[in-house]
């Protein structure tokens, strides 16, 4: 596997279940990130982990929960999503944490909640 | 006003021609510029970073207006590939943040 991998690649859930999406990078990076990308609107940034610490939430509903047990691991725990969480997520790296590096992105998992 | 401000087009454009479209920002604070691409279904991938200076990748063309708070991106001699969503991205305060346009819908036509 190279670059920034992401597992499911679709699912769908219902209101009352819970379940993780999982991403892994292959890159050696230090700063793992997610974002929620609805349609036509611009990417918004959800979390960013440097060394598995988080150092970014961006207010971001407690339905989501993330964890980073390594740096080269990144999980979304998802519980009692709502209909309009319905997006692609995506997660991305960077060497180091901050803006100025380029963001190899994953290609995504499109969840859609009943 | 949008923290980054994209036309969402689409803009139809014939094979061969050149095309261009800005992105304006409100941040004057902002230090990096970049331009990502998105094809249909797929993930953001760096097409260029823009500095101060404007720089050129080929057939890409990339400038940067502080004074009026944008940048822009030219494509010359356009290639039915190069159909895709460009996506301007500007860095905001955080450290750890960019802030994203919502994109440009670019079709090259044969």
């Known amino acids: 596997e190279t670059g920034v991998t992401q597992t499911p690649r679709h699912l769908v859930m219902g209101m009352t279940n819970k379940k993780s999406l999982k991403c892994e990078q292959h890159?050696?990076?230090?700063?793992m990130y997610w974002y929620k990308q609805s349609a036509k609107k611009p990417l918004e940034l959800m979390f960013v982990?440097?060394?598995?610490?988080?150092?970014e939430n961006n207010s971001v509903p407690s339905r989501f929960s993330p964890e980073c047990p390594n740096s080269s691991h990144l999980f979304l725990h998802l519980h009692t999503l709502q209909p309009e969480d319905s997006a692609l997520y995506l997660c991305?790296?960077?060497?180091?944490?901050?803006?100025?590096?380029?963001?190899?992105f994953g290609p995504g998992t499109r969840l859609t909640v009943l | 006003r949008k923290e980054v401000e994209q036309d969402p087009g689409p803009f139809n454009v014939p094979e061969g021609a050149t095309v261009a479209f800005n992105c304006t920002y409100s941040?004057?604070?902002?230090?990096?510029f970049f331009w990502y691409r998105q094809d249909c279904r797929k993930e953001p991938k760096l097409l260029m970073s823009?500095?101060?200076?404007?720089n050129e990748d080929g057939r890409f063309t990339a400038q940067l207006n502080r004074a009026s708070q944008y940048i822009s991106l030219l494509i010359r001699d356009s290639k039915l590939s190069d159909s895709a969503t460009y996506l301007c991205?500007?860095?905001?305060?955080?450290?750890?943040?960019?802030?994203w346009g919502a994109g440009t819908k670019l079709i090259i036509k044969p």
């Open positions: 982990y440097s060394l598995e610490e988080r150092v």
């Open positions: 991305a790296s960077s060497q180091e944490p901050g803006p100025a590096g380029e963001q190899f």
């Open positions: 991205v500007v860095t905001s305060d955080s450290n750890y943040q960019l802030i």
């Open positions: 941040n004057s604070a902002s230090q990096s």
């Open positions: 823009v500095y101060s200076s404007g």
């Open positions: 890159l050696g990076h230090n700063a």
